[in-house]
């Protein structure tokens, strides 16, 4: 069967290790765990960017943050850039969201070319190039929203409903508000049908249902399990520490031999309360319960893709934006170049018959958040664009034709924004971090003169121990150097010809009138 629709669903910071299908001991995840049994589970994927705007960049143009540059939250992504959305209307087809992008206009390029606020190309630049279903970004309140009206309807009474009810509880003591994290033990006020990820869940199934036999390629984007961590009833309680995995973190890691950078993310607010005990069994609980939530409201879109007939031409991904640290490592939040935070859940369900024989496999070879677009590119026959797409299509490995395959993941984080960086004295400007993690090692290159850092995966897959000044291994980290290098030398830089017009370029300019160097 040809691939007509793509269903591409993102959770937000929803961690690799969060799911039964990848071994969690207690969070059961049937719904997840019923599309890796359908398709493939890359055991192996990486994002790349431990920050939702950058890592979602990426996943949006295929293309790795050193090309695209938006390097960070509220760093827009230029109006240069081409997105899926622009790709898919390249091709007479359109790109809807539902759910959260993390996009942002660029003003200043819009301003620069003068377009017209009024105008449709400026609506569209302004989301990226979706075509909006209903957008909801769950980071503050958004009290002109959509999803604010509908809660309006449903009788909560306020201007700024997703504050007053939606990340607020019903405490003993009276409503009490989701930011602080200690409340994320009390249920929320807004009945479970009313959450986020119920209202999401159902603005992509309505969207299915009317797109009839039309072909139709949704984004939907769920802003959960991100903070801040409450959860309607019942999944508030159903979860208790003990229910949770232990926490990764050792006492070498916050000593002086501590790398300068990751001590300074340790004394920032979050990571110096989730190095509370009572935080991290307050918090984890509740994180468990949203994913247990919204794995429950995935089941509802599987059921509405039965009913309607659409496993058997749906191209289906299920991925996270980055994970979160939770108190491993002594932080909280996201950031750096840890597993719980850069690898992430990334399920794909292919329906062609070419892909029967790897359906319920795990795939242990490296996947990228920057796969997905030619991933879709190459399941709907659409141009490839190889002269702006750093990612690989995932098809040759679904359909058991893929031969040589990258042997690394890149990621990259551009630190600047965080208080980290003015307490270790640096002005503001370029300071940035990439991570090269091969199947054995993990090596971080800092700029700002910082040391490396470099973790043996093989001895210590829980990333406690630092080897970035160990005098022995300078060898090993020449080796990742040089990979980082050979990495950066392939990132796509030439962007507005294609390799088609680049060849048809070559050595013609006698035909073009020019005759240099004749005698």
Same mark, same amino acid.
């Given at each position: 069967?040809?691939?007509? =629709?793509?269903?591409?669903?993102?959770?937000?910071?929803? !961690?690799?290790?969060? #799911?039964?299908?990848?071994?969690?001991?207690? $969070?059961?995840?049937?719904? #997840?765990?019923? $599309?890796?049994?359908?398709?493939?589970?890359? =055991?192996?994927?990486?994002?790349?960017?431990?920050?939702?705007g950058p890592s979602r960049m990426s996943y949006y143009t295929g293309r790795y943050v050193s090309?695209?540059?938006?390097?960070?939250?509220?760093?827009p992504l230029s109006i240069g850039e081409v997105t899926l959305g622009w790709h898919l209307r390249e091709a007479g087809r359109t790109l809807a969201l539902a759910g959260k992008t993390h996009m942002l206009p660029d003003a200043r390029g819009q301003k620069r070319l003068e377009v017209d606020g009024a105008s449709e190309l400026k609506v569209l $630049?302004?989301?990226?190039?979706?075509?909006?279903?209903?957008?909801?970004?769950g980071h503050h309140g958004e009290p002109d929203s959509a999803y604010a009206d509908w809660l309006r309807a449903k009788g909560y009474d306020s201007r700024d409903p997703w504050t007053d009810y939606v990340i607020a509880v019903d405490s &003993?003591?009276?409503?009490?508000?989701?930011?602080? #994290? !200690? =409340?994320?033990?009390?249920?929320s006020r807004v009945k479970e049908e009313h959450s986020e990820t119920a209202y999401t869940a159902d603005v992509g199934i309505r969207f299915m249902e009317e797109q009839g036999e039309n072909p139709w390629v949704l984004h939907l984007s769920f802003v959960k399990p991100h903070w801040p961590y409450i959860v309607p009833a &019942?999944?508030?309680? #159903?979860?208790? +520490?003990?229910?949770?995995?232990?926490?990764? !973190?050792?006492?070498?890691?916050?000593?002086?031999?501590?790398?300068?950078?990751?001590?300074?993310f340790q004394n920032e607010e979050v990571a110096r309360n989730f190095a509370r005990d009572e935080t991290i069994g307050t918090v984890r609980p509740a994180y468990q319960g949203l994913i247990?939530?919204?794995?429950?409201?995935?089941? !509802?879109?599987?059921?509405?893709m039965e009913r309607l007939g659409r496993w058997k031409d749906?191209?289906?991904?299920?991925?996270?934006?980055?994970?979160?640290?939770?108190?491993?490592?002594?932080?909280?939040?996201?950031?750096?170049?840890?597993?719980?935070?850069?690898?992430? +859940?990334? /399920? /794909?369900?292919? +329906?062609?018959?070419?892909?029967?024989?790897?359906?319920?496999?795990?795939e242990e070879r490296f996947a990228e958040a920057v796969d997905v677009v030619p991933t879709v590119l190459a399941a709907l026959g659409l141009d490839p664009a190889e002269h702006l797409v750093d990612g690989r299509s995932l098809l040759p490995i679904t359909r058991g034709t893929a031969t040589a395959w990258r042997d690394m993941a890149v990621s990259e984080l551009d630190w600047t924004f965080r208080g980290a960086r003015r307490r270790l004295g640096l002005p503001t400007? @370029? @300071?940035?971090?990439?991570?090269?993690?091969?199947?054995r090692w993990k090596y971080v290159h800092w700029t700002d003169g910082l040391r490396p850092m470099l973790f043996d995966l093989e001895a210590d897959p829980e990333e406690l121990h630092d080897l970035g000044a160990d005098p022995s291994l300078e060898a090993v980290r020449q080796e990742m150097r040089e990979r980082l290098l050979a990495w950066f030398q392939g990132l796509k830089r030439r962007t507005t010809l294609t390799w088609a017009e680049a060849e048809l370029r070559t050595d013609r300019h006698k035909a073009a009138g020019v005759f240099y160097g004749e005698w």
């Open positions: 069967m040809t691939v007509r =629709n793509v269903l591409f669903v993102m959770a937000d910071q929803l !961690r690799w290790d969060h #799911m039964s299908c990848a071994g969690h001991p207690h $969070l059961r995840t049937p719904n #997840m765990d019923a $599309l890796a049994a359908l398709g493939v589970r890359f =055991n192996q994927a990486y994002v790349q960017s431990g920050i939702c090309s695209h540059g938006a390097t960070h939250n509220r760093v $630049l302004d989301e990226g190039w979706f075509t909006l279903v209903d957008r909801h970004d &003993p003591d009276g409503p009490r508000s989701g930011w602080k #994290m !200690r =409340n994320a033990r009390y249920p &019942p999944y508030h309680a #159903m979860f208790g +520490p003990e229910d949770c995995l232990p926490v990764v !973190r050792g006492e070498s890691e916050r000593g002086p031999e501590a790398h300068p950078v990751l001590r300074e247990a939530q919204l794995d429950h409201h995935l089941g !509802r879109v599987w059921e509405a749906t191209l289906v991904v299920f991925c996270s934006d980055h994970g979160d640290y939770l108190g491993d490592h002594w932080l909280g939040e996201k950031e750096l170049f840890h597993d719980c935070i850069q690898r992430v +859940p990334f /399920l /794909l369900y292919d +329906p062609s018959p070419e892909a029967d024989a790897t359906r319920g496999t795990v400007g @370029h @300071h940035h971090a990439w991570m090269v993690r091969t199947e």
